[in-house]
């Protein structure tokens, strides 16, 4: 789907050599982290090997990431500094889920939702734009409990799981 709005993908195999990582990564103006069934449980899974070696490198070169899914699962892990669980909860039935984006407010001058026109926000917070695919998630109970996350991301929008238990579903450093 990047590619179908105008993007050019350039895979990061997660079993490259690190400089060849490196030398793309130099190379590109941003880095989605998908979804999937990988391990994030294990900090020797080859996974979030790459991830976190694409994430230090981001830090330090201020590269965006996207992380989706697990991706997203791993940055919160990462930006904790904690092993797993860390943030992270299961139990969410949020499997197969389509649910309005519920944006916070006020939203940050600089968020990514900032130049949506109004009818856009309104037209996502009150129609099924979202669609979940998990069972683990970070609760805004666990979000807040850690300064680390606190200091580092702004919370842009959040959703309701079937059980009516709120998880974070978008933030941005």
Known sequence: WLEAH????VPLFYDAP???VAWLLARVNGVLLP???N???YDDAPYAIMVKFV????LETRLPLWGTCL???QMMLLSAGE???GPLTGGWNASGYFVPLELTQPLPADSMFADWPEEVRVTAASNPWTWHMHDWGVSPENFEARPALRDFWHVLATNVNRS?????SVVQA
């Open 55 to 58: 994430w230090e490198i981001a």
């Open 6 to 9: 105008g993007a050019r993908v």
């Open 35 to 37: 979804g999937g069934p």
């Open 39 to 41: 391990e994030i449980m």
């Open 83 to 85: 092993g797993f669980p």
């Open 71 to 73: 991706g997203f699962e």
């Open 164 to 168: 009516g238990d709120e998880f974070i």
């Open 18 to 20: 690190r400089d060849e």
